[in-house]
């Protein structure tokens, strides 16, 4: 056991929540528009590569260093190689923050707050996310921990309720459109999956032992929380009226209905949604200022402001829904899939390679 404030299943359940929300709301409608029927073979293709992933990802966890990564590094291989390395990472992470603020913003005030103005909700969620941000680890960890079973039982009362809507042929027939679908799918789906690889950044946090097989079981959970919703999407929806959903895990609330008299449960969804966009906005806005180590309440205060400043100008640009829709799709997700699958390369090849560096620089 290693100093640490956290253990590996707080982590994991945080990682469920946050990678959760983006592959489950956030990635599905974008995979759906790339495969429609075929979507679901995305998400095991991306699958199989994620166990390959993981390995990987192990073999540098297993190191075990209980100093910060980017200390390590700068120790390692020098103050230049460390602040490129976390510059990259805090644009990532920020990329992600923002994405999950527009995205929630953008769903709320189309669905329940449509005479609210977006720079209002928007400012609300950033304050008490900034909160939990300022309060630490500790304090995200313990809000995944009160949040995420109740976000489970929903998931599970959604997906029963929803059975006699449901007709599985509506998957056949396979491949109608071939494999390069399917392969555009893969890449929105490892965009998600990537996240895992945050695990990195984090360790030096955790004080429980990460196993081999904790690090498989987490990324099949990540793995069944988007290719559930996804299917469910398809069978209910049918492939052409799904790939044509903005927000299809949402619309699948709107079908349930308690017997006949009661319906519109889908103000359920709000307590899953906000609490994904919750624990995400939090942990990556705590990531950025632990990697830059800035530990000054005042500094770290106010750095988290400034951050929360820039969000806010970004999504107050004049930037229409279908072109923020086509810019992940085009743009931000292959960039993030791409790089950041590169980026980690890197980051586990010199974990791999730091004790050889320095015998050769001594």
């Known amino acids: 056991m290693k100093n640490g404030s956290i253990t590996f299943l707080q982590t994991s359940m945080m990682f469920m929540l946050s990678v959760g929300l983006l592959n489950h709301v956030i990635i599905i409608p974008l995979v759906l528009d790339k495969a429609q029927r075929d979507s679901w073979i995305s998400v095991l293709l991306a699958g199989a590569f994620c166990m390959i992933w993981v390995v990987l ?16 590094l700068k120790l390692t291989y020098g103050a230049t190689v460390s602040y490129l390395m976390a510059g990259i990472a805090c644009l990532y992470l920020l990329t992600l923050s923002t994405i999950t ?19 209002v909700l928007a400012s609300a969620l950033l304050i008490v996310c900034v909160y939990n941000a300022y309060k630490g680890i500790e304090s995200i960890a313990n809000t995944a921990v009160i949040f995420l079973p109740l976000v489970v039982i929903l998931g599970f009362y959604v997906s029963t309720a929803n059975h006699p809507n449901k007709d599985y042929s509506l998957l056949k027939p396979y491949l109608e459109h071939g494999m390069m679908p399917v392969w555009h799918g893969v890449i929105y789906v490892g965009a998600g999956l990537i996240e895992l690889s945050l695990l990195l950044f984090m360790q030096h946090h955790i004080r429980t032992r990460i196993s081999f097989m904790s690090l ?5 959970i990540l793995l069944g929380l988007t290719i559930g919703p996804l299917i469910g999407s398809i069978i209910e929806f049918g492939p052409k009226q799904a790939s044509h959903l903005r927000f299809p895990a949402y619309e699948e609330w709107r079908l349930v209905t308690i017997g006949h008299f009661i319906e519109h449960m889908d103000f359920l969804s709000i307590y899953q949604w906000f609490s994904g966009a919750f624990l995400r906005i939090s942990l990556t806005l705590f990531l950025i200022t632990d990697i830059l180590n800035i530990e000054k309440k005042g500094k770290k205060l106010l750095f988290l402001f400034l951050i929360c400043t820039i969000q806010l100008i970004a999504i107050s640009l004049p930037f229409s829904d279908p072109k923020f829709i086509n810019l992940l799709t085009e743009i931000l997700l ?29």
Not at 57 to 72: G, P, T
Request: with cysteine; net charge positive; proline share 3%.
């Open 57 to 72: 990802l192990y073999s540098a966890i297993s190191k075990n260093r209980e100093i910060r990564f980017f200390q390590w």
């Open 101 to 119: 603020l527009k995205d929630t913003v953008t769903w709320i005030h189309l669905s329940f707050a449509t005479s609210t103005p977006k720079i």
């Open 216 to 220: 498989v079981y987490l990324a099949l």
């Open 334 to 362: 292959p960039l993030i899939f791409w790089v950041m699958s590169c980026y980690f390369l890197i980051v586990i090849g010199l974990i791999h390679f730091g004790d050889r560096w320095r015998r050769i620089k001594s």
